[in-house]
């Protein structure tokens, strides 16, 4: 167990449709990442945040949003979803930034568009 | 982030120590090298983390030669459990824009 908790597990939902992905970090840690998981694209970056404020994207969609809260537990809203959406989101946090960083992932979010 | 070069796949079998490469040429003075273990429908797991020589934990060994141009992850004795996607990161830092874990080498172990 990582203590990185993702909930749902799994979401099923129709093209067009929102969705929110939330992920609890670990005790103490101030970073987390979202990232997207397709069987054809491997791990791709989505966004970083740090203690409440954006700290990078990559390959983020318009479409999608994230934020951290004041707690600390971030969550992934994906918006006017399409088939090409499907794909397992992992959240991960960390405790110091850096160089020497290890994240931590949750055991993610399957979605399914229909 | 440091290009790392890593196979594509490996095969093994039960009890037999495992060695993956990785090439990572460009790699920065400050760069740390990271592996993480991946199983199907996990997210990855932190195994390893070193900067030169020798690193060595209860689950493998990383060995980066003092150029620091490639590492090795060593598993010994694996086990079918350790059939997973290895990935080899190097210089992670979404600050600088580096947050990629590539493709990962896929180990078989067989019985």
């Known amino acids: 167990d990582s203590g990185v908790t993702q909930t749902p597990k799994h979401l099923i939902t129709a093209t067009g449709q929102r969705v929110t992905l939330r992920c609890s970090p670990r005790?103490?840690?101030?970073?987390v990442y979202w990232y997207q998981q397709s069987l054809d694209q491997g791990l791709q970056f989505l966004i970083h945040y740090y203690n409440g404020e954006e700290r990078a994207k990559g390959n983020i969609l318009e479409r999608f949003s994230a934020q951290q809260f004041p707690d600390l537990h971030s969550e992934l809203n994906l918006s006017s979803l399409e088939l090409g959406d499907s794909a397992l989101y992992f959240c991960?946090?960390?405790?110091?930034?850096?160089?020497?960083?290890?994240?931590?992932f949750g055991s993610g979010t399957q979605l399914s568009v229909l | 982030l440091a290009k790392t070069t890593q196979p594509i796949s490996m095969d093994s079998y039960e009890g037999q120590e495992v060695n993956i490469t990785c090439s990572h040429n460009?790699?920065?003075?400050?760069?740390?090298i990271t592996w993480y273990q991946q199983f199907p429908s996990q997210g990855p797991r932190f195994i390893i983390q070193g900067y030169k020589t020798k690193v060595t934990n209860e689950v493998a060994s990383l060995f980066i030669p003092a150029d620091r141009k490639s590492s090795t992850l060593s598993l010994p004795r694996v086990s079918l459990s350790d059939t997973a996607v290895y990935y080899c990161?190097?210089?992670?830092?979404?600050?600088?824009?580096?947050?990629?874990f590539g493709d990962g080498t896929t180990l078989t172990v067989k019985p």
């Open positions: 460009n790699i920065a003075t400050n760069d740390y």
């Open positions: 991960a946090s960390s405790r110091r930034t850096g160089e020497r960083e290890k994240l931590f």
């Open positions: 990161l190097v210089g992670f830092n979404t600050n600088a824009g580096k947050s990629t």
């Open positions: 005790s103490g840690d101030l970073s």
